[in-house]
């Protein structure tokens, strides 16, 4: 939205040009999205308070969590209000990729708002149902999936790179439908599951986006592109606006959410940050790189599925408890341990997924 007005103003005042720089806007949008939460992050957490928008926790979970009932959450609107917000002031409104994750975000969003009311308000301790919930978010990421297909201008847009081999790709025609539903779906959930202690799924996610943004930047410069041997795709660059009001917005929210939180994000912001990653991760053509990046929530996924696959077939369990972090906790690591140390590995693996840009 600024970027018509700064492009007006650099017509009579040349200083204005500066604005057409994308790493200047991702700069902005990244300090628009941390102060919108500054400002309104207290408000929102005393408004919460006062509607009495607390969260549950399991009776079978760690016994530590108890201290958590009643901790206000739904601090996800927020991020997604912050995230927008920005992104519309210093993205080219002009560029379909910016309308497409916009539009992801926020419909999973809603379907997240959808799933902590009926939650928290109507004391539905189903919420939607699993059922609903799943079938919602098909129709979103084959929304998003469809919109990425038909609006495709080159063969690379649709093409499955491959880590490490400068020269392979592998065309999916109507796969790429496929693979895009199931990276947005399945990026949505393993961060929703990840969710489950202070600060522990907020800062993964503001690594794998700082990361993707970078993947965009480069992946929209045809000389950057060139240079590292990768697709050079028109107007993707512009999606580093995006990642850096989610990376903005994720530090506001954990401003308020590092232990102990002050706040939960609830399913409207796990569901929206997971497949706002997604979504970046199939423009950028990285879905293998975010497998790596994102392994914490990958391995938090897995968990689950074991833990829930070896009880149904032998009727005994893998892990203590799942996700993966329960597990530990009920080992006896404090809570801020198993945060900081899956923190650490999400670094690590985000700075591999960053290195296979070079190695090739």
Not at 1 to 17: C, D, G, K, P, R
Not at 40 to 56: A, D, H
Not at 107 to 116: A, K, L, N, Q, T
Request: hydrophobic share 55%.
């Amino acid at each position: 939205m600024l970027t018509w007005l700064f492009n007006a103003l650099a017509e009579h005042y040349s200083f204005f040009n500066v604005f057409r720089y994308l790493t200047l806007r991702g700069i902005c949008g990244v300090l628009t999205s941390i102060t919108i939460f500054f400002i309104f992050g207290p408000t929102m957490i005393r408004k919460l308070s006062e509607y009495q928008i607390g969260q549950t926790v399991r009776d079978d979970g760690p016994p530590t969590h108890f201290d958590k009932v009643g901790t206000p959450t739904m601090g996800g609107l927020l991020i997604l209000l912050s995230v927008v917000i920005a992104t519309l002031l210093w993205a080219d409104l002009s560029n379909r990729f910016v309308w497409i994750v916009l539009f992801t975000t926020i419909s999973f969003g809603v379907i997240g708002w959808i799933d902590d009311y009926r939650k928290l308000i109507d004391k539905n301790p189903r919420g939607m149902g699993a059922r609903n919930k799943f079938v919602s978010q098909t129709l979103a990421g084959l929304a998003a999936a469809l919109m990425l297909y038909f609006t495709a201008q080159t063969p690379a847009e649709t093409e499955l790179l491959v880590p490490l081999f400068k020269d392979i790709s592998i065309p999916l025609g109507f796969g790429f439908i496929a693979l895009t539903w199931f990276v947005i779906v399945g990026t949505s959930n393993a961060v929703n599951l990840t969710d489950g202690l202070d600060g522990l799924a907020i800062m993964p996610t503001v690594m794998v986006a700082g990361a993707l943004g970078i993947f965009a930047y480069v992946t929209g410069n045809t000389i950057f592109a060139q240079y590292l041997g990768i697709p050079f795709i028109n107007g993707v660059g512009e999606v580093l606006i995006f990642c850096a009001a989610l990376v903005g917005a994720g530090l506001g929210f954990l401003w308020f959410n590092t232990y102990p939180a002050q706040v939960f994000m609830g399913d409207i912001g796990a569901l929206s940050l997971g497949a706002a990653i997604g979504v970046v991760a199939v423009i950028v053509r990285q879905e293998i790189v975010l497998v790596i990046m994102g392994g914490i929530f990958v391995i938090e996924t897995v968990s689950v599925i074991l833990q829930v696959a070896s009880f149904k077939l032998v009727g005994r369990r893998i892990f203590r408890m799942a996700p993966l972090h329960h597990h530990f906790e009920l080992k006896g690591w404090p809570e801020p341990r198993v945060i900081v140390r899956f923190w650490i590995i999400s670094l690590m693996l985000v700075l591999v997924g960053l290195a296979t840009l070079k190695i090739r």
